[in-house]
């Protein structure tokens, strides 16, 4: 049973949440907030298997400093993030900051429950919209010689993304990802996933995704 905290700070939209995941058997809301600091302090206080949160909601520092708040009691918790915001520059920022997935609330209640899913299983969600983002759209800036699937690995990487869910956002092989990344290291000189991720914000090159 997965152990859901959810928070907005709108009645009715909580209890929205809370009616789709009550239809779901594997799932179960343990606690829910209005507010950041309300939110932070019940993941102190509750066992909880994944958050959903506005992305906008009341507290000082918003939910990217919410986000580490969290991860800084639990640092395994995962944490979904909900918003109204298309998913161009929002969902990457948190993505980036730490979230497990981004879902706009404009889409179906099943993307919702597919994310929460992914979340507990341990991998991170990306919507089919945030997708076409990120691998789809105009061509990418040249940089360091990478080929188009290169530049794809690379910024997955900047994104947070395992080798593993890499494969499948891509339909490779985990062999064949790992040799992209490789070449990456290769080509742009660079040691580690780390090293990877300060080349592409460093670039620009996750902000050329949001465009």
């Not at 010689?145 to 499948?168: D, Q």
């Not at 064949?176 to 490789?182: E, G, L, P, Q």
Request: hydrophobic fraction near 50%; proline fraction near 4%.
């Amino acid at each position: 049973m997965a152990r859901v905290i959810i928070a907005d700070d709108h009645a009715l939209v909580r209890e929205g949440l809370r009616k789709v995941l009550a239809a779901e058997p594997d799932m179960q809301v343990v606690g829910e907030a209005a507010n950041f600091p309300a939110l932070v302090t019940l993941v102190q206080a509750r066992s909880a298997d994944v958050v959903l949160t506005d992305l906008n909601m009341p507290g000082a520092g918003g939910a990217l400093k919410a986000i580490k708040e969290i991860h800084a009691i639990r640092p395994a918790l995962p944490v979904v993030v909900l918003s109204v915001l298309p998913e161009s520059h929002a969902g990457l920022e948190v993505l980036i900051a730490g979230a497990t997935g981004y879902v706009c609330k404009a889409a179906a209640a099943r993307e919702v429950v597919t994310a929460i899913r992914k979340a507990v299983r341990g991998e991170r969600y990306m919507s089919p919209a945030l997708r076409d983002r990120v691998l789809g759209g105009k061509a990418a800036p040249q940089e360091g010689g990478l080929s188009p699937r290169e530049r794809e690995v690379l910024c997955l990487i900047a994104l947070g993304f395992t080798v593993k869910e890499i494969a499948s956002q891509l339909s490779l092989t985990v062999s064949t990802v790992h040799t992209h990344r490789a070449h990456v290291l290769e080509k742009l000189r660079l040691r580690s996933d780390v090293e990877l991720s300060h080349y592409a914000l460093q670039h620009r090159l996750v902000e050329w995704i949001a465009r």
